[in-house]
T-cell receptor, first 109, second 114 residues
Framework: SNSVKQTGQITVSEGASVTMNCTYTSTGYPTLFWYVEYPSKPLQLLQR?????SKNFGGGNIKDKNSPIVKYSVQVSDSAVYYCLLGGPCMEYGNKLVFGAGTILRVKS | DAGVIQSPRHEVTEMGQEVTLRCKPISGHNSLFWYRQTMMRGLELLIYFNNNVPIDDSGMPEDRFSAKMPNASFSTLKIQPSEPRDSAVYFCASQVDGALYEQYFGPGTRLTVT
């Protein structure tokens, strides 16, 4: 079945680079979404990775594939919760997305 | 476009009362999703509609929860009777049909049941 796993919490200092992992298992050809949730703001799309532009081209059943997001020179304002979501044209239930639990990024000044 | 609109933004109610959350999706979007967010469980999909028809309600926790979408521009999520454990932020999201498109999220309704 389809699943997504994310690192729980990362704390870094301003100016650092951060890699947030998203490890997923999928049957079919997934689209991977990264959303960010800033305090008191709606979830916003950060990036989208489709079969055409991903390293998974030619795959079909994917197990424990990591598709991280990297942020360079982070600022305090980057502190937020980052969600990885799995979707795709061949997933059961049509448009249903599978959410990771989210990674809490804390940037210290 | 104003984006996905949810109301109320905050709701405080007493246990046992009926609560109705409202959502107006983005015009032209034909899929609508209701999510619940808690510290313990993160984001959970409760139910989603496609062209006003409920497609998957397997995430609805109990019979106390019900959702309707009478037309393409309005949906409600009702909890009756409410319980303290229902306290959470409830998000509505809408999407153009097709899994490659992103979901647009509303600002959420913060529900507190005392």
């Amino acid at each position: 079945s389809n699943s997504v796993k994310q690192t729980g919490q990362i704390t870094v200092s301003e100016g650092a680079s951060v890699t947030m992992n998203c490890t997923y298992t999928s049957t079919g050809y997934p689209t991977l979404f990264w959303y960010v949730e800033y305090p008191s703001k709606p979830l916003q799309l950060l990036q989208r990775e489709t079969m055409e532009n991903s390293k998974n081209f030619g795959g079909g059943n994917i197990k424990d594939k990591n598709s991280p997001i990297v942020k360079y020179s982070v600022q305090v304002s980057d502190s937020a919760v980052y969600y990885c979501l799995l979707g795709g044209p061949c997933m059961e239930y049509g448009n249903k997305l599978v959410f990771g639990a989210g990674t809490i990024l804390r940037v210290k000044s | 476009d104003a984006g996905v609109i949810q109301s109320p933004r905050h709701e405080v109610t007493e246990m046992g009362q009926e609560v109705t959350l409202r959502c107006k999706p983005i015009s032209g979007h034909n899929s609508l999703f209701w999510y619940r967010q808690t510290m313990m469980r993160g984001l959970e999909l409760l139910i989603y509609f496609n062209n006003n028809v409920p497609i998957d309600d397997s995430g609805m926790p109990e019979d106390r929860f019900s959702a309707k979408m009478p037309n393409a521009s309005f949906s409600t999520l009702k909890i009756q009777p409410s319980e303290p454990r229902d306290s959470a932020v409830y998000f509505c999201a809408s999407q153009v049909d097709g899994a490659l498109y992103e979901q647009y999220f509303g600002p959420g309704t913060r529900l507190t049941v005392t």
